[in-house]
Every structure is written in C-alpha cells, then in structure tokens.
RNA sequence: GCGGCGGUAGCUCAGCGGUAGAGCCCCCGGUUGUGGUCCGGGUGGUCGUGGGUUCAAGUCCCAUCCGUCGCCCCA
C-alpha cells in the first residue's frame, strides 16, 4: 500500500510532549497575568460570517483570507458565507456590538485563541498561530489612564515569563501625525508612505532611510528627511523627550493632544509601579499600528530585538462603528503567542520541559501487577500526579521511559522492598536512590519536588 | 501576487554520469532488580513528480509541484 507522506500544512507550529508543556506553562503564565489585572475571559468561534468579517477590510486583507463552506454549498456553487478569523480585534467588535446590554461598561476582556491568515506562510509568519489579547471598551469615553495600564500589564506578565529584561516602547499616532506635519510631511498618504520608511530605521542606517524618505515622494527634501530622522531617532530620556517636544515650535491640535496625552500615559504608568528604564518613548514606532488612534506600543525583548515586537497595541476611537451606533473607544495589546514561543525555541530560550511533579511507578514483573497499582493509587490519592509503566520484568525500559518522557521521579518496589514494606525513590536527575518506608512514601516525594 | 535559493533515510546533510551513503534519532542486544555514557547489531529511501538526453541519470536538460528566504503586509 502506498504510503501518504504525513506533514503538516506549511505556516502551523506543530510541537512535540514536552515542547508542548512549556509552549502551555507560557500561556499559563500570560492567562494570569491578565487576570491579576482583571480581565474576564472570552472565547469566540474560529468563523464568523462573511459580512462581519469583511467589514473592516480592503481587498488586500480578503486575499488573506480563509473562507469556510459546507459541502452543499460547494456543490450547489455557492459563494462562502463564513471565513476564519484573522485576528481577535473584529470579533471582539462583534462580540460587543452583539451583546452591548449584557456586558458591564469598561469591559475588559482577554482572548487567547487561534486566528487564521492565508498569507504566504515565512520564519516567524504562520498561517495559524495563537494570539493573547485584551483590550478595555468604553462606552462613550475611556480615560486616558486604560493606556497607561496596558504597559503595567506588559510588565506583569513579560516579568512573570522571565525571558529577560525588555522595553515597552511608546508612541502616540496624534503627536506623530502632528510631528509629521510640522516638519513637513503633510496628510494622511504622504504620512502613511513616511512611517513605512521610518520603521526601517532598526534595518537601515539613518542616511539611507533619509535617501528613501526623499524618494517616496512624501514632501521632503534631504535636509528636511534628515531634520525628521533627527527628531524621531531620539534617544533621550521620557522627560528630556517630552520637553524637547514641547520646546519644537509646533502648535497644531493633532501636535498639542498627542504631546499631553503621551505625558499623561508616562506619568500613569510610572505611578503603576512600571520601572522607569521598562518604557521608553520611541516616535519612530507606528507602522503595523495602522488602526490605533492615540497611544500605541510596541514592546522588544532587549537581548534578542532582532525578534522584533512580542506584543503590540495601541488605543483606537470606535471599535464597533460598523456593528453598532454606540460610540465604543478602547484600548488594547496582543501578544503573538506562537511567533513569540517558536522564536524564543529557535534562540535556544524555552526547550522541552521536564515533568519535575509526575511520578513513575514501575513494576518488577507480573507477580507485582496488584501491589504496583495498589501503591499508584495510594500516590494518587495523596495528590500526586502518577503514571505506571505495565511492561513486567524490563526495569531498564521503565526508566529509559521516565528519562525519555521527562519524568523525574521512578518508585521501585520489588521482594525485597514488600518484605521490609518499604519502596525506593530514585531521582532521574541525579540517579540518587533511597528507600523509604511506604506509609510515608507520598509525603517523601512531595518534599523532593519541594 | 512578484523575485532568489532548494527538494537524497524520521532529522541534518554528503554524493554531481557508472551497483544509494554518513552522523543523529529510533528498535534490539551486551544474562540475575536500574535510564542518561560506551560497544555490537538492526529497521528505514520507487534520490519531490513527469518528460527528455545517454550504453548508463540523485547526478545533465525542460516542465511541474512542494518547501524556504526576501518583497508586499503583518503577530
């Protein structure tokens, strides 16, 4: 018979046991992160239907777009009505819209789940990952002091995660637009095609990140890109940025909010208890950030920027606009779960797990089926988590199957041990064995996994 | 959607006209109740697919599919 090849689809991340735990202990951590800040959880389904899905986007996110039909429909010749999910921010809109009268005002949820992007799948972009959100709605209004919680979060749950030290780094879409047209490049096009070049500044030198800005064609000219690059590469303190700021000459409205806000979130977040070097006030940041309307934040692990963001946000007006009447602003941040964790393998960071509360328990041979399962059982009963290896007579397997599986705790009990009622710990770690008696034998191992 | 590079064992790759290889992994063994090291043995490939050139094709040519990297865009 002829074999299928199996591999998985290009653009999924796939892991093995124990790459899987630590891929889990990973959301584990984010999940209680957002809910110390109390964020309630919701699930939505991996397909909406076409019309809310399509809303929100042109014709080049509908490229990128998996659309899901019933066999009837494919047969009868149908269009698609429904479509998988490519983020979790349009079915939260949705979500909102659809269920405004239940939900208490701020709402703040968190969404971990997969969404779907049928783009050409690379290192780093896959086709189905696992995206983190939350994001606080309000209804009308929402203070400005939400946008300074989402950095206090970030430093929550990347400080919990402990893949070392990170910046948050900020920025307002206000003040940049009006930075923008201050020095020169004026409306939302020009602008647009400008932060497209000055968000190559980490790849580029600034001269030729200037020669681009020049031909883009955005209003510039070289002294003017330059002065720009200057402004915006700025790698001063908050205060000192922010006083620099203020000191320009500038006075439009778009300039005068995104300047006070800014100041306001700094200040917000530092009171929150964020350590100062954590935030840094970067004005070169803004692309992918297309949708946010005021703050927006991008956040660079600081041994591995060349990860690029591991979460991002940002504040927008009207999540729903396309749902509802309701004015609903918010305010929200992602983390890209499966980028981030695939990554963090690739650098060596995060690896298979060890199983450090799990307990073999083996079986000398046939003649020790029930006493085997008897003590599992009593293991169990105390708490402990237990698994028991039914392959009589071949300790050597048992224990290569507890290495091999990342358990690190075997029990072995054979005639000796049950005449003198007592069974051996040994350690996988460090191969350390010690007989203790049975009674006592859950107590022992919980105080070695300490 | 456009461009560069590449498809040989589960993985990483060598072989570049003359009978398919290595390392790692995996399985078994190295007698009595002990894994990770070591030693020995073993499983596993229509060399992506289809044509063509040749006495002879993983090896050269063409096409095609798939993968991968970059562009676009984005987590």
New binding site residues.
């Given amino acids: 018979m002829?074999?299928i090849t199996p591999?998985t689809?290009?653009?999924v991340m796939e892991l093995l046991p124990r790459q899987q735990i630590a891929f889990q202990r990973m959301l584990d951590t984010i999940r209680r992160g957002f809910e110390r800040y109390g964020f309630l959880p919701i699930e939505t389904p991996v397909f909406e239907t076409v019309d809310v899905l399509l809303t929100k986007s042109g014709g080049?996110?509908e490229k990128?777009i998996y659309f899901v039909q019933s066999t009837g429909a494919r047969q009868q010749g149908r269009e698609p009505d429904m479509a998988l999910r490519f983020?979790l921010t349009v079915p939260l809109a949705r979500y909102v819209a659809e269920h405004e009268r239940g939900l208490v005002f701020p709402f703040r949820r968190y969404q971990m789940q997969r969404v779907y992007?049928g783009?050409?799948?690379?290192?780093?972009?896959?086709?189905e990952?696992t995206?983190c959100d939350i994001d606080v709605i309000g209804k009308d209004t929402l203070p400005l002091l939400y946008d300074a919680e989402m950095p206090a979060v970030i430093n929550q749950v990347f400080g919990d995660l402990a893949f070392g030290d990170f910046t948050i780094n900020l920025n307002n879409r206000k003040l940049l637009a009006g930075l923008l047209a201050g020095l020169g490049v004026d409306g939302a096009e020009p602008q647009r095609l400008a932060l497209?070049e000055i968000d190559k500044l980490d790849?580029l030198d600034r001269e030729a990140v200037a020669r681009n800005l020049v031909a883009a064609d955005v209003g510039l000219d070289v002294a003017g890109a330059e002065r720009l690059l200057g402004r915006l590469d700025h790698q001063a303190g908050n205060a000192d940025i922010l006083a620099d700021l203020a000191a320009l000459g500038i006075d439009n409205a778009p300039f005068r909010t995104g300047l006070d806000e800014l100041g306001q979130v700094v200040a917000g977040v530092a009171a929150l208890g964020v350590p100062e070097e954590r935030l840094r006030i970067n004005l070169a940041i803004a692309?992918?950030?297309?949708y946010y309307t005021g703050t927006v934040y991008e956040t660079l692990l600081n041994a591995n920027p060349g990860l690029?963001?591991?979460c991002?946000g940002g504040r927008y007006d009207d999540l729903a606009s396309q749902y509802t009447r309701s004015r609903l602003p918010g305010v929200g941040l992602?983390i890209?779960a499966?980028?981030?964790f695939s990554q963090l393998l690739d650098a060596g960071l995060v690896g298979a797990e060890d199983r450090p509360d799990t307990v073999l328990v083996t079986q000398?041979?046939d003649t020790m089926t029930e006493d085997t399962l008897r003590v599992a059982a009593g293991l169990r009963a105390e708490g402990l988590t237990v698994e028991v290896q039914f392959s009589p007579?071949k300790?050597?397997?048992q224990?290569?199957y507890?290495?091999?599986a990342g358990i690190r705790f075997?029990v072995?009990?054979?005639?000796?041990?049950v005449a003198r009622s007592t069974a051996?710990i040994?350690?996988?770690?460090?191969?350390a064995?010690e007989e203790v008696p049975l009674p006592g034998l859950a107590a022992r191992l919980k105080q070695m996994m300490g």
């Fill in positions: 002829a074999l591999r689809p290009a653009g080049e996110t990128q983020d992007r783009e050409r799948a690379q290192k780093g972009r896959y086709r990952f995206q497209r790849k692309r992918g950030l297309d690029g963001s591991v991002s992602s890209g499966t980028r981030l000398f041979d007579g300790i050597a397997r224990l290569k507890a290495d091999r075997a072995l009990r054979g005639e000796v041990e051996l040994k350690r996988m770690d460090t191969g064995q």
